[in-house]
């Protein structure tokens, strides 16, 4: 079955940086649209960004853009989220999500089980 395992959450001063990764299994990874949506207590889903199966095009939401990147290595069946000049409003569960489409992501089945970052002032 898929899985989709994140990791590299935790705990970090504002201003600081973390890198999260999402290890993928159970799919044919280089042929799906992997995402990264975030959700903070009390709050929504929220999308953060997304990068096309290449590679080639990346997509990010307007409160994150300039600051994280999306990577990808289809050899280690691995999506990466590269986190800078974090914030305190950064703070939620952090979920990578597969999808065959970007247009799908939100209602796609294979999420993965999420990783905290906790941003400190």
């Known amino acids: 079955q898929v899985q989709l395992v994140e990791s590299g959450g935790g705990l970090v001063q504002a201003g600081g940086s973390l890198r999260l990764s999402c290890a993928a299994s159970?799919?044919?990874?280089?042929?799906?649209?992997m995402g990264w949506f975030r959700q903070a207590p009390g709050k929504e889903r929220e999308f953060v960004g997304c990068i096309s199966w290449s590679g080639v095009i990346t997509y990010y939401a307007d409160s994150v853009k300039g600051r994280f990147t999306i990577s990808r290595d289809n050899a280690k069946n691995t999506v990466y989220l590269q986190m800078n000049s974090l914030k305190r409003e950064d703070t939620a569960v952090y979920y990578c999500a597969a999808a065959q489409t970007s247009q799908t992501l939100d209602r796609t089945g294979y999420w993965g089980q999420g990783t905290q970052v906790t941003v400190s002032s």
């Open positions: 159970g799919l044919t990874f280089s042929s799906y649209v």
